[in-house]
Structures are given as C-alpha cells and as structure tokens.
C-alpha cells in the first residue's frame, strides 16, 4: 500500500514517526476518512472543508491548499489496486521537545494519508438492517471536531462489540446525539428526523447528504431536538457513515424498531443514495 508522509511516497508498512510527534502523546491531531468509488473520490470538497474545520478549531494551520489535497489524494488512489477505497488522512500537530501539554512555538505538522480497499456494507446489512445498544456519552463537548483522540468513541464501540452488534447509540441529558461513529436519523410519522448539528456531534459528510437528498426527492424531514423515548417510538432508525453509507436500525437493546425489519423509507432513502452514486461517478 502506498502511502504519503510528511511530502514523501513510500509503502505504509515503512513509514516512520517520532516518539515525541504530539499525536502519539496527546492525540494532537484530526482526521478525515473519504470513500472512493471507481478511483473517484466522492464528496472531496466537503471533507476537505470539514477538515478545515477541524484543523481551525485546534488552532493547526492547515498544511496544504485544497488543491494540494486533492492532488495528494488522487496520487494515493492512483497507486492502488482497488478502485473503489477508504481514504485515510490525518494531520497530527507534529513531534516538539520537550513533553509539554501546552503548544509548542515551532512545530512542523505530521501529514499521513493512505488508502485501503473500501469494505462496503454486505448486502445482507442493507436488507435486513444491523443491531444496536444504547449508552450514555461520555465524551467531551467538542465532537464538531473530528479529532484522532477517540478513546471514548473507542470504548463505546467495543460495548457495541460485546454485545454482538453493529453500533452503540448516544444520549445525552436524554436526547439522541449520535452512534460511536456514525450520525443516526428517525423517521416518525412519515417524516425524517435528524439531530441538529452542535458541538455535541460530528457532522457528518453522510448526514449532509442524507439531508440533501430529502431535500431533493420532496421526502418531508425535520432538523430538531429527539428524545430518547421518540428513537424508542420511532417506525425506523437509520445509521449513517461515509464507509456504512445509510443501514436500517432493526433493534435497540431489547425492544425491535417498527416491526423489526428495513422501513419504506429507509428503502427510498438508499435507493436515491446509490442512484447519488452512480450519478456522481458517470460525470
Ligand atoms: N459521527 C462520528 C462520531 C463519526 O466518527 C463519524 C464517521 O466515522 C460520523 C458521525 C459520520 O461521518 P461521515 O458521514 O462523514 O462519515
């Protein structure tokens, strides 16, 4: 797997960081994960920008222009063998002497970005739905930042792990805020509920689309507050993420969602997903 660090291209398996880079120590540092169908990266821009974001809010200067990413990220893709693939890239605040939570004066950030194989939902993941438990969050106020410290987002999902299945969603003060990691929409009622976008949640790039999309097909949706008790009444639970794209939440802890099986408007929902997809890689 070819690989980018700090301007060099080398295979990832020989890429080498200091000991000291901030990341390793603190977890000093943001990333983006961007899928890429038929060597095309999808929604480029809006990562980029997210990344931005990201990069503004821990007050790290971005390293590259947009255009520079892009060329980046294309060369990667293009060294790979896989057309369609997970682009990971990071930027962490680099390696400073000595250890010392306060920024450093002079710093040289750390660029890593490789790409994988893309691991696509399974069919039977879209026609049958995935499983979840609930949890408390128990991360901290900043997850608009899309921040390489996760070890709370870590712990949750492995809760998920252990009890065999796909995701662990989050409340907080008895609202629903998102999965460990991939935003989480409601349909009640016909209509298409998301959370509103806050410091408490990540954004991201697939809510976006999700959202636009209702927008475009007429589905009728609503940004707004939804308590714990709604996600429980809800007729369907969607889970969303650039690498699960949108999958039906068939059960929450015990109880089933709607009647336990994908909902029409789910159905709908990623039908005009995969149509987005094909339409974005004819042009
Ligand atoms: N929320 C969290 C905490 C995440 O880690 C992710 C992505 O992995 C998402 C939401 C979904 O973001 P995106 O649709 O940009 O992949």
């Excluded at 390696?95 to 750390?110: E, I, K, S």
């Excluded at 009444?233 to 994908?262: I, M, N, R, Y």
């Amino acid at each position: 797997l070819t690989a980018f660090l700090n301007g060099q291209f080398a295979p990832l398996d020989t890429l080498q960081v200091s000991v000291m880079d901030r990341g390793f120590l603190f977890g000093d540092g943001v990333y983006e994960v961007i899928p890429v169908y038929n060597r095309q990266p999808f929604r480029l821009e809006e990562h980029l920008q997210r990344l931005e974001n990201s990069l503004a809010a821990i007050a790290l200067v971005n390293p590259y222009s947009r255009g520079r990413w892009a060329e980046l990220i294309h060369a990667i893709v293009a060294a790979q063998d896989f057309e369609d693939q997970s682009v990971y890239l990071q930027v962490t605040r680099g390696a400073a002497w000595p250890r010392n939570h306060a920024l450093p004066a002079q710093v040289t950030p750390t660029v890593l970005i490789y790409a994988d194989e893309l691991a696509a939902p399974l069919p039977a993941m879209v026609e049958q739905g995935v499983t979840a438990i609930s949890a408390g969050d128990i991360r901290w106020l900043r997850c608009n930042i899309k921040a390489t410290a996760l070890l709370a987002n870590v712990l949750l999902r492995q809760m998920a792990v252990d009890a065999g299945v796909a995701e662990t969603v989050l409340f907080r003060d008895g609202l629903l805020i998102e999965g460990s990691s991939s935003n989480i929409f409601v349909v009640s009622q016909g209509e298409i509920l998301a959370p509103p976008p806050s410091h408490l949640m990540l954004t991201g790039i697939t809510y976006d689309l999700i959202l636009e999309l209702a927008q475009q097909h007429a589905l009728p949706y609503r940004v707004c507050e939804i308590t714990e008790q709604q996600v429980r009444d809800a007729d369907e639970v969607w889970l969303t993420s650039s690498s699960k794209e949108v999958l039906a939440l068939v059960q929450l802890d015990d109880q089933l969602v709607g009647d336990g099986k994908p909902g029409p408007v789910f159905r709908e929902m990623h039908r005009h997903y995969q149509q987005f997809k094909r339409d974005v890689m004819r042009n």
